[in-house]
């Protein structure tokens, strides 16, 4: 089946996670590390999010790393994007010590390649090889590797973003930043600053027992934000999750803003400038697709998860299609001609450059766009596969999108129904221009996956 993972047993669709001690443990962050010291020689940067166990299983996978002859540039807690940039810019690969959204027991590996982008499939069950059959070259002690710490190098990404937008953009625009004690901590503040902006905080202390909010920005922890929101009269209040590839966003009344709607706001401002493809899995909402098509851009949907997305924007790049922008609706948004990857800190000035040019508020840009009804829900089944396939048959004379579980498509409706990778159980989304069609076709293929 496209977009699922066929043979890896450690990785998932965005590295490897666990709790800590459990699943998650110095000896597997050693494995990782020796693995791919093997496998990609040269100089690698390694990065935390704020975590308390981060610093463990940092040790742990730069010792694999050194051990192996590679040379190790410690770049200390930043954003996962941050990382990426810099690998992209100055190194062989990399690696980042992160859980991203998940509670505060948890930690994990996301791997970079040379190019910026995550570890994709084929080379991660590679990796896990090296790791399954302890198939690791160790260097002898001429050849051991050397390291530095570099803490300073997350400024490169800073000026980077910075450098994307005019000087002064954000004069005249206060912003509530709420970084969740992660690892925007040191970035999305100092970003905002640069471009001119008022820039308040909460949770904006590195704390890896994450004591004001979950890593997960969901609407339920960032009342607290709303309320700063309001107290400081804010244009707009912003948050991320614990790794900083995601951005999502309060309007002036602290009213959560829902991703598909910030994904197809930022994709009106990027592609008015640059043409091309808008890239994004299939779960998401038909706004963004108006949207593209409004700019005159064309739309590619991929299977879930980022990685589809990243990398499909490269090879479309590098296939001669020109390619304007990309995401998920999940706050996790790319932007081509920065760099291949989610990045958060760049999705919050961004949406400063949409205020900026706009001079609305920010709750009736998002009224502004079109309304669409959606219902999202699991439904637990035995053989996921073959629930997939009889709604294959019951649809087979609509038009149907098989590039991850089955979508089928409709006039002013789609439905994606998707196998869990992980759980016995089917995930349903159903979208459409009115709540009333919406729900009917959520029934019509519940009594189809019932029968
Ligand atoms: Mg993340």
Request: glycine letters at 12%; one cysteine or more.
């Amino acid at each position: 089946m496209p977009g699922e993972k066929k043979g890896k047993r450690l990785f998932g669709t965005n590295g490897v996670r666990g709790v800590v001690g459990v699943a998650m443990t110095p000896a597997l962050a050693l494995s990782i590390g020796l693995a791919l010291g093997s496998m990609r020689r040269g100089k690698i940067a390694v990065g935390r999010d704020t975590r308390t166990s981060g610093p463990a299983l940092a040790s742990a996978l730069k010792g694999g790393l050194l051990a192996t002859g590679c040379d190790v540039t410690d770049c200390g807690i930043l954003p996962t994007p941050a990382l990426q940039y810099l690998v992209q810019e100055h190194f062989d690969a990399g690696a980042v010590i992160t859980a991203s959204h998940n509670p505060p027991e948890y930690n994990g590996v996301k791997v970079i390649e040379p190019d910026g982008t995550e570890m994709g499939d084929e080379a991660t069950i590679e990796l896990e090889g090296h790791i399954f059959a302890n198939d690791v070259s160790l260097a002898p002690w001429s050849g051991a590797g050397r390291e530095v710490a570099a803490p300073h190098l997350v400024h490169e990404y800073i000026d980077a973003v910075v450098r994307r937008f005019p000087p002064g953009i954000g004069e005249g625009i206060t912003v509530a930043v709420d970084p969740g004690c992660g690892a925007a901590c040191g970035t999305t503040p100092a970003i905002l600053t640069r471009l001119g902006c008022r820039v308040f905080t909460i949770n904006g202390q590195m704390d890896g027992r994450f004591p004001g909010r979950l890593p997960e920005p969901s609407p339920d922890g960032l009342i607290p934000l709303g309320e700063l929101v309001r107290e400081t009269g804010a244009a707009l209040g912003i948050a991320h999750d614990g790794d900083a590839d995601r951005a999502v966003f309060l309007d002036e009344q602290g009213c959560y803003i829902e991703e598909n709607r910030e994904f197809a706001l930022v994709a009106d401002q990027v592609c008015r400038e640059r043409k091309g493809m808008v890239v994004m899995p299939v779960s998401t909402s038909r706004l963004v697709e108006i949207i593209a098509q409004r700019n005159g851009c064309g739309v590619r949907y991929t299977p879930v998860g980022s990685i589809s997305v990243a990398r499909t924007m490269r090879a479309l790049g590098e296939g001669g299609t020109p390619v304007a922008f990309g995401g998920e609706g999940n706050g996790g948004l790319i932007y081509p001609d920065h760099q291949f990857c989610r990045d958060g800190g760049m999705t919050a000035a961004m949406m400063i450059a949409i205020l900026a040019r706009e001079k609305r508020p920010l709750s009736s840009l998002v009224a502004a766009l079109p309304g669409f009804s959606l219902i999202a829900e699991k439904i637990r089944g035995k053989d996921p596969g073959a629930l997939i396939e009889r709604l294959v048959c019951a649809y087979a004379h609509e038009s149907l999108d098989r590039t991850d579980g089955i979508r089928i498509n409709r006039e002013n409706s789609w439905a994606l129904i998707r196998p869990s990778g992980t759980e016995p159980l089917v995930r349903v989304i159903v979208e459409s221009t009115d709540p009333e069609t919406a729900r009917a076709f959520f029934t019509e293929i519940l009594q189809i996956l019932d029968q």
